[in-house]
């Protein structure tokens, strides 16, 4: 058994599931103008975001944000993957931290609630943090509670 197979087993055990992925970001966000569900994507959609993203074997990808070509984000239900200017991100699930938004941003210095927030903040257990733009409102918001549940040992 593969290491990417073996998490995705643990993942799955803990009820962190693609249905339950998908309900978190249902419940506490929506579909944006440029963020949604994987699975309403067309299926020509659906291959691109594979393509972009290298899908692994028995990975399933739950919730795009594409901002042009050269920002957008997948997360999956093993890993975050995303695109910054040309340049490409992975981390896995189980190498995550913490997930919070950024304090530090522009938009967050004059953002009244969450839903006005649109840069994750994500913490690796190296330490390294990487910030990702997303679209902001209630997608960012349900972006950002699925992934906290993917921080390992969280409920």
Request: include cysteine; hydrophobic fraction near 35%; proline fraction near 3%.
């Amino acid at each position: 058994m593969t290491e990417q197979s073996y998490y995705k087993k643990t993942l799955k055990s803990k009820g962190k599931s693609p249905a339950v992925l998908e309900s978190i970001f249902t419940r506490s966000g929506e579909r944006g103008n440029h963020t949604s569900l994987f699975s309403d994507l067309d299926s020509g959609e659906r291959l691109e975001v594979k393509k972009k993203i290298g899908i692994i074997e028995n990975e399933n990808p739950i919730i795009v944000c594409q901002i042009s070509e050269k920002r957008w984000c997948v997360v999956t239900d093993i890993r975050v993957v995303w695109c910054k200017s040309d340049m490409f991100y992975e981390v896995l699930a189980e190498d995550l931290v913490d997930v919070t938004f950024d304090t530090d941003s522009a938009t967050a210095a004059s953002a009244k609630s969450a839903a006005d927030l649109g840069t994750l903040r994500i913490t690796r257990k190296d330490g390294q943090v990487h910030l990702i733009e997303l679209e902001p409102g209630k997608p960012f918001v349900g972006f950002w509670n699925t992934l906290k549940f993917l921080v390992p040992n969280s409920e």
